[in-house]
């Protein structure tokens, strides 16, 4: 089968919720899938039994899907063409962090591996985009990047911020305004439980107050 882009969009989508399972087993859930996608249940069903057909992914029904190593490689190199793009986006062409995503998705599937290569060489072999996301090697493996979500970080400690797992551009402009940018320093000064808040103090000594939620989805390491 050739990796059409509705193949590449199932891949990913797999993918991505891979990472986030907890061990190398567990399936991906169907419904997950479909609602990741916009699909109805009906359709999802139908290009996951293809893909398996394809040696793509193993199907279960009623279980789930996950993807085979040939299936892994494939969205791999997509995640890798998609974040290259993104930060060459931001570094080359001057777009903002919060508006590369959907620029990123339409050429992805458009650019070729000898581009993107280039691309890469170009921005000096990065390791991650402008949200902090790991970027795929050219065998399409995520490197593991060790950090802990912002809430679970310690106090008094001078942190970096390394991730921020929410696209959506209306976050990515609420973090930026509170300096949470990848590479930025940030130290937890307090909590309110009651409130459900984190006290921060940024780069500069710029204090300011996040809640729990958001917070959760900064990614932090200690200096």
Do not use: C
Request: aromatic share 4%; proline share 7%.
């Amino acid at each position: 089968m050739l990796p059409s882009q509705t193949v590449e969009n199932y891949l990913k989508t797999i993918f991505l919720a891979q990472v986030a399972l907890p061990d190398d087993t567990s399936l991906v859930p169907m419904g997950q899938i479909s609602a990741s996608l916009g699909v109805v249940p009906g359709t999802a069903t139908t290009m996951i039994k293809t893909l398996a057909e394809s040696g793509l992914v193993h199907y279960e029904p009623y279980l789930g899907v996950r993807l085979t190593a040939a299936g892994e490689k494939l969205a791999g190199l997509v995640i890798r063409r998609h974040r290259l793009i993104e930060l060459f986006l931001v570094k080359h062409v001057g777009m903002s962090w919060a508006e590369v995503h959907d620029e990123a998705e339409r050429l992805e599937h458009a650019v070729s591996e000898r581009l993107i290569d280039r691309i890469d060489e170009m921005l000096g072999r990065p390791v991650v985009d402008p949200h902090g996301d790991p970027i795929p090697t050219p065998e399409g493996r995520l490197p593991h990047v060790e950090s802990v979500q912002m809430p679970n970080a310690p106090e008094h400690v001078t942190l970096v911020v390394t991730r921020v797992m929410d696209q959506d551009p209306e976050f990515l402009r609420f973090v930026e305004q509170r300096g949470l940018v990848p590479g930025h320093l940030v130290t937890v000064t307090g909590r309110d439980t009651a409130a459900e808040t984190l006290q921060l103090e940024g780069e500069g000594s710029v204090r300011t107050t996040i809640g729990l939620r958001a917070a959760s989805k900064v990614l932090v390491r200690p200096t």
